[in-house]
């Protein structure tokens, strides 16, 4: 299953439901709130008036990356052919400005259009993207095994908060669950399901035939290893007389039909990496994917699987992206993939088996090779540990350099001339870049002078907007905002709270307070079982002279009622005047509270924007506006809220102590006094509510987790929930 047909058929099903319904206006009064497309002609190489890029990494004797490096000390050549360096840049992977920096380097102005502000608006401090990409197809079971536990190992220990990451398998196993998130629970869900799903050959008897044997005896004609699998077939069996015919016949088919497949399997797998690279085009900034397999053969006759190869590999180039391959199989003198024992029956070895292994793991390795040479990654073979060489990519990948130049020539246009970049006196330091050419891809929505989308097919609006919804990543000309929590109310259940908000300068209003904005909206909440829970929305906005001057968002809401379970929830806009659409997700585990486990809410985060000297922090209980970007100012108060469920009150009333911390980088940098949960001030024992403040003038700008457990001290139960914010 190839990764954007996973998403298109879930996409397919919500808009097939969102056809049923029907718009609900949504309106304040006067202060109302608010698949492959890569034409060659807009390729970066083909335009000659932009630069053209290459990103590299400059390492020493030990693997660690080297910064401070000056202009002056770099050496670019084409086909042997000095070029001088344009720009230059050291970018910090994931920061703030890595987008900002790659359109320079391109020559393009981040004032040029509407959409370049708010894309570089969104892309501020997105953090780190990576891809663990699993070739389950030729994993084994065991390298599947350490595999997973690798993940969550990483996801629990090595993951950094602002890290977006995604884990994809070959297969489509994980389907629904296989986008970047920064969610914990979404991404242990992935994890879990992985299962062993390689397709080997259904055979009854005892002589294995790998890939690699298959494919040298049908593909290359190894007239010696087929004797030797026709006599190991033939003591197997015991044949004698005619039935040695029967033997050389079961050998022939079964080497053809491994072949056979180990061709389609090698395509699947390419395809899906392929469209993976692809579909990250519309993030900005570089990449790192792991790819992690036991290895495949590349060398058959009739194949394509070098050609599929060269295809993603400039694909990489074309979108940012560094590949790490990893042999799963570790090292092997690991007794579970030691190559060198002998699995044929009655103990036959020959001169052809001894020296079948190296020359098999080779092979197999051959492509991991390719992989990583051709993005400028590493191949990262003969290790058992998966969390080390997690750690020495990251580490690797975390900053980079930032070469462009202006292409003299068609070759050089095109991406055919050889690079090579060194660094002048400085042998010791070795530099590691992709063969090709770094090659931005072009905005995924054009727009016209106004502002307004541009496509080659005229959309209806409501296509429009389910295109929106169903985009794999948030669409940006209109900056969307999403805040999702949930409670358990005493009327109606468990029920989702979705507050969102959109950019009110983004809109087409007029200052005269004449012409009005007229914005639809569709949500839905989408669990991994395919149930699907939708609302409809038409927002009125009428122009408000002092809330456009302050720059005051768009701010409405939307309840949902809910069963336990994962959910993803969307939301797009499409402002019906200029067509312009914007889009946001966000994931949210909703538990099931009838197990009588003590459980917590969501919490919902708000704001104060100032605190007089001489005013000290609330200490009574007071209502509280949800803040949707979690955006605040350093002299503010963050205050949150919550809920404690399913709390021990039998005889005595619920005795519940809850702890808040903020955290930075997985690091405790504020540490509240533990608090009881007052229980004089609701009659519902089953949900106490719980909320307080925190002063921010205390942290530096940056991004934080906010972190509070509840502990019931009659149980010994406790429960914790996080949510992040940025500091400005």
Known sequence: MRLPKTFTRRNFLIVALFTLLAPAPFT???????????????????????????DLMVLDKQGRFVDGLRPEQFELSLDGKKQSISFFELITSGSANEALKLRAARGISPESNAQDKTELKASTGRGRVIFFFLDDLH???SSLMRARRALSDFVENQMSQDDQVAIVSASGQIGFLQQLTDYKPMLRAAVGRLTYKRNPETYAGKVPISDYQATQVADHNDRDLFVYLLLATINEYQAKGPLMRVAANIVKNRVRQISSQTKTVTNDVLGVLESLMQSSAALPGRKLVFFISDGFITDVRG???????KRVTEMAARTGVVVYTMDARGTFNDPTVDAGRNDFPDGLATGTQARQPSLENSAMQEPLHILADETGGRAILNSNSFPDAFQQAINETSSYYLLAWRPESEEQRNGKARIKVSIKDRPDLRVRLRRNYYAPPPAAEKEDEKGAPVSKEEQTPEAGLLTALGSLYPRRTIPTALSVGYVNTSEQGLMLRASMQIDRAALNLSVDEKQKAEVDVIGAAVDDRGIIVTFKQLLTITPDPSAQNQQQPVIWGQQLKLQPGLYQVRVAVRERGSGRTGSALQWIEVPDLSNGKLQMSSLFLGERRSLPPDEKLATAQRPLVVDVDHHFVRASVLRFQTYIYNAAHNSAPPDVEIQARILRDNRAVVTMSPARVPTDTTKDLVRLPYWAEVALDQLPPGRYVLQV?????????????????IIE
């Open 28 to 54: 304040y009064g006067q202060q109302t709130t608010q698949d492959r497309s890569r034409a060659q002609e807009e390729d970066v190489l083909h335009i000659r008036t932009e630069l053209v890029q290459t």
């Open 139 to 141: 994993l084994s079971e």
């Open 303 to 309: 194949g394509n699987a070098m050609t599929l190869l």
């Open 709 to 725: 457990t509840a502990t019931d001290r009659a149980t010994r139960t406790s429960v914790s929930q996080r949510a992040g914010f």
